[in-house]
């Protein structure tokens, strides 16, 4: 087990950890994918054993209830998201499902979720599914559960594991388990959003760099909110955008948490807190502020106005 950790300079290259924040929803039935097209920003129609989705659910306003990874298994489709998220986004999925033949499978048991990196889970991965997936978003499927490749430089996996998965991953002793933060700290350094209780049916996908990472298909057509997200493209419309930020400090937040920044001698609200962790000696945080914002300003939290941030690059265009 990784002890202390100061810096996300010090993340090591290998380790591993449970994601229990994690919730995978089953959704299967013969219409499933056409179900699903309706409902969510990405084109499901591109969903494969081979090739798993980035997306976001939205209301008819375009707000949004939950971002997440779908992946295919054993004709069904799983939805990863966080746990908060996901609860806010089920009944909304599930409301108009019962015109349609598919079905949803709520069983937090029968899956867990981990994350990692390095040579030694990649040995790992080989074993459990025959191969390593290579470029961001390739997946890999078999009784044993998913697993997912995410970046392609910096690859990182995640597993989502049926029992019998578990217990093959439980027999690989060698492997460096971790706090789940690392992976808190990577998402949020790779410019990845993720919805809580506090943010969830908050922000149009634009506002969380959806667009940047692939999460969202401006031509598949119609889909709940999809009027809103179109027009927040075409008729530049959004005025924010998500940007990560960095404290030398360590810092208690959390999601919804009010940022403020600096006008003359006064704070003015500058942006909402998505998510955040604290390694050591550093606190990371992922905003939705104004898309204009530059790089090395500061900001602060409004509750802990000792608390001073500064905004970092992300390694994305928001273009």
């Keep these: 087990m990784i002890n202390t950790i100061d810096t996300a300079d010090t993340i090591p290259a290998n380790f591993i950890c449970r994601l229990d924040d994690l919730h995978v929803l089953n959704i299967s039935g013969e219409e499933r994918i056409k179900y699903l097209q309706g409902q969510v920003t990405a ?8 090739e798993a989705l980035f997306g976001s659910h939205c209301d008819f306003k375009g707000k949004t209830w939950n971002i997440f990874y779908a992946l295919e298994h054993n004709e069904s489709v799983l939805f990863v998201s966080h746990k908060e998220s996901a609860a806010a986004s089920l009944p909304e999925l ?94 949020i350094k790779t410019g990845i959003a993720e919805l809580r209780a506090a943010t969830s049916n908050e922000f149009v996908p634009q506002m969380m760099n959806l667009q940047a990472l692939d999460g969202i298909s401006f031509n598949k ?69 104004a898309n204009d914002t530059e790089v090395n300003s500061v900001m602060r939290l409004k509750d802990q106005p000792n608390a001073v941030f500064t905004v970092q690059s992300l390694p994305y265009s928001l273009e």
């Design 43 to 50: 084109d499901m129609t591109k969903l494969s054993a081979h």
């Design 94 to 187: 599930k409301k108009y499902g019962v015109f349609a033949k598919v079905d949803f499978v709520d069983e937090p048991t029968q899956w867990s979720c981990f994350g990692g990196q390095g040579q030694q889970l990649e040995a790992v991965i080989s074993k459990l599914f025959g191969d390593i997936p290579a470029e961001h978003l390739q997946s890999l499927s078999n009784a044993n559960g998913v697993v997912l490749a995410l970046g392609s430089e910096n690859k990182r996996f995640m597993l989502v594991l049926t029992p019998e998965g578990q217990a093959q991953l439980a027999l690989h002793e060698t492997l460096t388990y971790a706090d789940k933060t690392l992976w808190e700290v990577l998402d």
């Design 221 to 289: 057509g119609c889909y709940m909110g999809q009027e809103v997200v179109a027009r927040t493209k075409f008729l530049g419309k959004n005025k924010r955008a998500a940007f990560i930020l960095k404290a030398d400090e360590s810092v208690n937040l959390l999601p919804g948490d009010n940022l403020e920044i600096p006008v003359g001698e006064n704070w003015r609200k500058g942006g909402t807190v998505l998510r955040s962790a604290t390694l050591g000696k550093e606190t990371w945080l992922l905003a939705v502020v």
